[in-house]
């Protein structure tokens, strides 16, 4: 089975864009056991700015309009 570009994990809001922004704030300093990690993801979660979200799903968008007019072939160049 042939994995499609457009199955790419680049089409995922929350990886190429939320994640960077939760990852700077949650490792600010060291994590001490799960149940931390878990807390710091959740209220960073919460603090996010709705704007960054809106922001975060209008990127997407523009991705996946790509993905759909390269009919899943490479679209990156295109963005």
Same mark, same amino acid.
């Given at each position: 089975?042939?994995?499609? %570009? &457009? +199955?790419?994990?680049?089409? @995922?809001? %929350? ?7 939760? $990852?700077?704030? %949650?490792? /600010? ?5 799960? !149940? +931390?990690? !878990? #807390?710091?993801?959740?209220?960073? =979660? @919460? ?6 979200? +809106? $922001?975060? *799903?209008? $990127? =997407?968008?523009?991705?996946? /309009?790509? &993905? %759909? !007019?390269? *009919?899943?072939? #490479?679209?990156? #160049? !295109?963005?």
């Amino acid at each position: 089975m042939r994995l499609n %570009v &457009c +199955d790419s994990p680049d089409l @995922n809001a %929350v990886d190429y864009r939320i994640w960077s922004i939760m $990852e700077e704030r %949650v490792y /600010r300093t060291k994590i001490r056991d799960a !149940k +931390d990690l !878990k #807390h710091r993801i959740q209220h960073e =979660w @919460n603090q996010l700015n709705q704007r960054t979200i +809106d $922001e975060a *799903v209008n $990127e =997407w968008r523009l991705r996946l /309009r790509a &993905c %759909v !007019k390269a *009919v899943g072939s #490479h679209f990156y #160049h !295109k963005l």
